[in-house]
């Protein structure tokens, strides 16, 4: 043989043509490849270089572009393979792929990810960075390493959707058997011969600013986990347990600010983690002190269900529900609030008498994810403080609203700033209520440092009408996380 092939600004689709997941190929080939030898024992040599190439993965909703690199070619059938795209976050490929035999090469190949867009679907999106290596042959390769998420969400509604669960106050969340809905599959759509024999040892660290977010909830979750792949599904299996570092959600309109809890993968393909997360808020009650109230949040991620509870003794479910409705137990109500709590066969319905309560917290929930979004912030909490006195109306619901913003600035550094509700100010007082920065200092430790009201944690910044002045003190808290 002695064959010549130039390429002067070829299609790149036409080269990428094997590669059927990538769709809307883009950019350009030059180069020039030389092949020697004979037929049983060809002599390539040359190099192609790829110039501002793009992809479409439509499986993980990502596009890629400017993707440009060198592959050469060897005598021996040694491919080089240099590649990279720093579009979408940075990535690098780079090794080499044996063509001996042509049908099933020997992989030997490094991928880098710097913040790299691994997904950007409707149910969640992720970058990535750390590094992975590909070997074996083809038809039976192996891809090990490790890789952090930078960040990363998962919607709810979208999961929730395929479910044909509205939001966390749906009553068929209450005792919904998850065990009847599949998981959300990863690569859905996503068909390769080399990944008919795929084997995956992968540990993923969630350090942090990574998120379940819908209209209800918002809650940050970090930990470890383990990524394998099921060859018989077609899909990445996750193991492992992530922890809720803070957040809230709303159920019936009242937000409750998360205290703890997991998200725990059992090793099904897909994603549909089993939810055990806690959070609590206080309700103000006339003549008595403030009723602590403790929501768990238990089932799947496409099947969540919502658990009241609460230490104070002789409250059952309804009087929790009450309390979340109308600030007061089940039994004080009206018959006409009565008939609207109960409902046609005990379901719980939108009505007059309890909209106010139900729009205020749908109003703040929804402002809060749009904000978020809108002027990309990490975590945005509207939540009405439960210290003060019953809010009749819209408009004292409002007036009562507390703010909390926060942002991640670095990798291991989160900022939040509080703003006063407006029925906790006082003559010559501003909107701000306090700061706090927290900073992870490694995996185990992270430090605290805040400037803020002296009653804001204790919730009783109505106190101020009583004539105390709205202080600010400063402190430091370090945690130190035991796993056990």
């Excluded at 990502?62 to 060198?70: K, N, P, Q, S, Y």
């Excluded at 509870?309 to 109308?326: A, C, K, R, V």
Aim: net charge negative; proline share 4%; hydrophobic share 40%.
């Amino acid at each position: 043989l002695e064959l010549v092939a130039r390429l002067d600004s070829i299609r790149a689709e036409i080269p990428l043509a094997y590669f059927s997941s990538l769709e809307d190929v883009a950019g350009w080939v030059t180069g020039e490849v030389r092949v020697g030898g004979t037929l049983d024992e060809p002599e390539p040599e040359g190099a192609l270089r790829m110039v501002d190439a793009a992809w479409t993965i439509d499986a993980l909703g990502v596009r890629h572009r400017g993707v440009h690199g060198t592959v050469s070619v060897a005598p021996d059938r040694t491919v080089t393979v240099d590649l990279e795209t720093r579009a979408t976050g940075r990535s690098r490929i780079a090794g080499t792929v044996t063509l001996d035999p042509l049908s099933n090469p020997a992989l030997d190949l490094q991928v880098r990810f710097e913040r790299f867009q691994a997904l950007d679907r409707l149910d969640m999106e992720g970058r990535v960075s750390g590094e992975l290596v590909v070997q074996g042959r083809y038809a039976r390769p192996t891809v090990r390493g490790s890789l952090r998420v930078d960040q990363g969400t998962l919607f709810v509604d979208e999961f929730a959707r395929s479910a044909e669960i509205v939001d966390l106050s749906d009553p068929r969340l209450f005792g919904a058997d998850t065990t009847l809905f599949s998981a959300q599959p990863l690569l859905r759509d996503l068909r390769n011969p080399f990944l008919q024999n795929l084997r995956v040892e992968v540990q993923l660290s969630v350090p942090r600013d990574v998120w379940l977010r819908s209209d209800e909830m918002s809650v940050e979750i970090g930990g470890e986990l383990e990524v394998r792949y099921d060859r018989t599904q077609g899909d990445i299996v996750l193991v492992g347990e992530l922890q809720a570092l803070r957040g809230s959600y709303t159920v019936l309109g009242r937000t409750f600010e998360v205290t703890g809890g997991t998200v725990g993968f059992i090793g099904t393909p897909g994603v549909n983690p089993m939810l055990d997360i806690q959070a609590e808020t206080r309700i103000r009650r006339r003549e008595e002190p403030p009723l602590l109230v403790r929501a768990t949040v238990e089932g799947t991620l496409r099947v969540p269900r919502v658990n009241l509870s609460t230490d104070e003794p002789g409250l059952d479910q309804s009087d929790l529900i009450s309390y979340l409705l109308f600030g007061r137990p089940s039994t004080e109500l009206t018959s006409g609030q009565s008939s609207i709590f109960r409902g046609p066969g005990g379901s719980f319905g939108a009505a007059t008498g309890f909209v106010t309560t139900l729009l205020s917290g749908a109003v703040a929930t929804q402002l809060g994810a749009a904000l978020a979004q809108g002027f990309g912030v990490d975590y945005l909490s509207i939540t009405q403080t439960g210290d003060y006195a019953y809010a009749v109306g819209l408009a004292s619901t409002l007036a009562n609203t507390q703010v909390e913003i926060g942002r991640y600035v670095g990798r291991d550094t989160f900022i939040v700033i509080v703003l006063r509700p407006a029925a906790g100010q006082t003559t010559g007082s501003s909107f701000f209520a306090g700061a706090r920065v927290e900073v992870a200092l490694g995996d185990n430790y992270t430090a605290e440092a805040f400037f803020e009201d002296r009653l804001l944690r204790q919730g009783s910044t109505n106190l101020l009408g009583l004539g105390f002045t709205p202080d600010h003190i400063v402190g430091v808290f370090v945690f130190r996380e035991i796993g056990y």
